[in-house]
């Protein structure tokens, strides 16, 4: 006969794999370019975009809810599906290749790849309200090789959600983005058109 120990021993074990099978598996989204071309010509501007600083607040996997003034919720199961700091970059050199019109944007170091431009981004905060907005407020850097001058610039973009879902969170941060890379790209030409 088992002891009552032992009985307590196996229901909790129990409800612990119990309790595993049922919880939901998690959700994964990802950040996408979503600049529009515009009637600039064609360029072969080469540029290095990152390192990306982000809040400690969503430096985490799971999408990180502004809920109250002073309050955020965590949510579990709806995750990034890679690091928020390197999303941020490839979507930035995504747009940015888009808006330059050149195929030399990247965010990882390439062997042989020398930019004539690198832009480095510290966002000071990147807040999703579900069902409502979306919010990237970024300091940007751009740094021309050619000359070492720098431009800088900070770009608050606020973009209404369109849906309830965390997929539409995710395209309206995505939006936003696009909106700070439309102002570094325009630092980009001013400088080209200086030079």
Known sequence: MMSAHRVSIVIAFGAVLFGCGTSAPPRFYRLDSAATATSAPSSQTAVMVGPVAIPPTVDRPEF?????PNRVEVEE???????L??????TVAGDLS???ASPNVTSIPLADFNPAYSVT???QRFESVKGTDALVD????????????IRSGRTIAQESVQG????A???AHSRALARVSGDIAAAIRTDEGNM
Do not use: M, T
């Not at 970024?138 to 070492?148: N, Y």
């Not at 309830?164 to 997929?167: I, K, L, S, V």
């Open 64 to 68: 990180v809810l502004q809920v109250a």
């Open 77 to 83: 199961f709806d995750r990034w599906a890679a690091p």
């Open 85 to 90: 700091d390197d999303s941020i970059a490839r």
């Open 98 to 100: 888009v808006l330059l």
């Open 121 to 123: 981004l510290n966002v």
């Open 138 to 149: 970024a300091v940007w850097v751009v740094r021309s090789a050619a000359h070492g001058k």
């Open 164 to 167: 309830e879902g965390f997929d």
């Open 169 to 171: 969170l995710a395209a």
